[in-house]
């Protein structure tokens, strides 16, 4: 009797571990899942290793080279550009929506967030990523 009890006042406490119970079931039956696909699926799928199959495939085209080349830093300043752009000034919204609430802290951080920004733009600009005449 006194075991129902305790299990009763468990499971009405909003904060106990008793309510991550049916996550922790659902979890277990996801790996469970997939370890028996992955194994029937190595089981039962065909092995038939031809040299077609195993010739490297890019789009139809016949590959030359190595793979693992040096790639331009060009490319990664331009991902670079991208995020300061076009993702960092969404972070302008909020501070334009509630400047007047945030009062002069707000200002300040916003103006750190501004230099931090205008550091990385000149960052980029010292590297020359906005030349492109290779």
Known sequence: MYLLQVSNTVAHDPDSSYWYLPIAI???FAVI???VMMG???WLGPKRNTADKLETFASGIKSHGDARQPMAIKYFL???LFVLFDVEVIFFYPYAVNFK???WNGFFAVLMFIAF???GFI???KKGALK???
Do not use: K, P, R, S
């Open 26 to 28: 659902q979890l277990i």
């Open 33 to 35: 899942f997939v370890a």
């Open 40 to 42: 029937v699926t190595h």
């Open 78 to 80: 331009v991902a670079i």
């Open 101 to 103: 609430e945030l009062g």
């Open 117 to 119: 920004f205008l550091a």
């Open 123 to 125: 960052y980029i600009i």
């Open 132 to 134: 492109w005449e290779d």
